[in-house]
Every structure is written in structure tokens, then in C-alpha cells.
DNA sequence: TACTAATTGAAAATGATTTTCATTAAGGAA
DNA sequence: TTCCTTAATGAAAATCATTTTCAATTAGTA
């Protein structure tokens, strides 16, 4: 896990941001986590890392991290402020409505949807979102 | 148009809500309209109808009407605030990336895909949202 | 028509996010 | 290593969306 996060680290480096104290915490925090976490969630955890940490360097983090594809915003009926490390290639997501606990997957086809769907309609379908809610192995 | 924002109208008054002007007109506002469209947008357009009209009620209005399932929120990426008429059972939206226009379609068939999902994660899966976005007629 | 409780809009309060700004510190250059 | 430039920081203020409060109004029943 803080193996790993050095990759994202490295990934802020090579696109000219600077490594600090202060994203180091933020980045610890949301990396392999695999819960959506807000901005303030974000906060609290990272302030135990790093007690100096403010709530404007959070957003402004999470914004760069968001930019370079390293997390993604999560979609859900309480609200769309929640971050979660990016999935890779075509995943989707699958959310666990007792714990809030996130997984991906991969190997939807929808092909034949949208194909049906864009003679139906007359569309030209370019993107989808598909996202499954459910109870994981624990909560169920 | 006018005819079926009348049937919001009953809905309203049948769950103990009264009928005023001010929910007139965000009820026409919002009844029948192809696009998504935010408090403000709601308020913006409403006031044309009736000038004395308060954000507040917007708001509070369409808090009832989403109670009611008249209305629905629209996910999109550049936010989650807007509203639309809401879809009749099993039904999912196509959205405009050029205009904004919404549509709704049905007949996806998931089964499969959730199926294989959940034997891979453990996952019972209970729901599912699905948005595809594309160009509309118009636009491509 | 009268009455009562729901509804209203304005203003204030709240909460989330963004901007401003003076200070600090990362990290390449010497 | 030390210096220097510039990005990054946190605090405070500003902004923006949403909710609450409250006195006045009004829908709709009795």
C-alpha cells in the first residue's frame, strides 16, 4: 500500500507538481482505501498523518490527483462529493449500500445495448456509465 | 404540456400538498422538458411565469415533487444537481453530450452481467444505474 | 364566508468550495 | 551543499448552493 502510493507521488513529480509533507498525507490517505472519501473525510484521516494539513490543500489535491486520472469521483444517491482511487481501462464500479465499501469490475458488454439503443433513438452512443449497488460478502 | 402538468398537480394534492401559483409554475416549468435543469434554471425560467416567485419554493418544490417521483435527479460530470420528469418503471437515460437533451430508453437486460458480477465478487447485487450519453439527432 | 394550517418570500444561517495573500519550502542550478 | 526561483501552503475572506427561521399570506375545507 505505501509501496504503491509512491507511484502516485512519482506520477504528481513527472507532471511538474512537488512533492510535499502535505500531499504525501493526502495521497496515503486515499490510496488503496476502499471507501469513497470526501473532502473532509479526507481531511480527518490525513490531519493524523500530518496535523498542519488544511482543508484548502485537501481540494487542491485531490483536484490534481482527479486531472492525472489517479482517483475518480463516486456517484451515489447520498451525493457525488466522494473520491476513490481510479479504476484502469474499462472498469466499473460495484458499491456495497450496507458498508460503502467500493469494487471494481470489468467484462460488461453492452454492445448489442447500445447498438439497439442508438437505432431506437437515432443517438450516436459514445460513453456509458454503468454502476452496480449491492450487499458484499460481509454485509450480506 | 398543460394538460399533463395538471396530473403533477393532482399528485400534489392528493398527498395533502396545496396548489399555488408559485407550484404552478415550477410544476410547468420542470413538466415536459427535455432538459435537465438546475434550482437555479428551474427558478430562472419559472419567474417567468409567475415574478414573485422565491428560490425557496423552488427548492422546496422540488423536494416534493422528487419525493413523489415526479421528478428525477441526472447524474452527469459536470454535476449532480439537475432535474428532469421522472421515468416510468425500469428505465434509463441517454443524454445529449452537444445539447443537453435527455431521453429516456428500456429493454436493458442485465441479468447476465449481474450474475457473472456477483459470482466473481460475492457481491448480491440489487441494483444497477446505467446512463449512456451520445449525440442526439440534431447534434451528431 | 370564516378559519386554520400549509405555504410563501425575505433574510439569516449553514455548509461546501474557491479565491486571495503573505509566508514557507521543494528541488533544480550553481 | 547552498542558493534561488517558484510552486505550494494554511488562514482568512469570499463565493455559491442549500437550509432554516419567521412573520405575513392564502388555499381549501368546514
Known amino acids: 500500500m505505501s509501496i504503491s502510493s509512491e507511484a502516485w507521488l512519482e506520477q504528481l513529480h513527472e507532471n511538474g507538481y512537488r512533492i510535499t509533507a502535505a500531499r504525501r498525507a493526502v495521497v496515503d490517505t486515499v490510496f488503496g482505501n476502499s471507501h469513497a472519501l ?6 480527518d484521516a490525513a490531519r493524523k498523518k500530518y496535523r498542519a494539513l488544511g482543508l484548502v490543500t485537501v481540494y487542491r489535491t485531490l483536484e490534481k490527483l ?3 486520472h489517479l482517483i475518480q469521483r463516486v456517484h451515489q444517491p447520498i ?6 482511487s481510479a479504476g484502469h481501462g474499462h472498469q466499473h464500479l460495484l458499491l456495497c449500500q450496507q458498508c460503502g465499501q467500493v469494487e471494481f469490475f ?6 448489442a445495448l447500445t447498438k439497439s439503443i442508438a437505432k431506437k433513438t437515432g443517438y450516436q452512443i459514445q460513453e456509458h456509465w454503468l454502476q452496480l449497488f ?3 460478502t460481509n454485509c450480506k
Do not use: R
Open 38 to 43: 470526501t473532502p473532509i473525510e479526507v481531511y
Open 66 to 68: 482527479e486531472e492525472l
Open 79 to 84: 451525493g457525488c462529493q466522494a473520491f476513490i
Open 106 to 111: 470489468e467484462g460488461d458488454d453492452l454492445d
Open 134 to 136: 449491492g450487499l458484499c
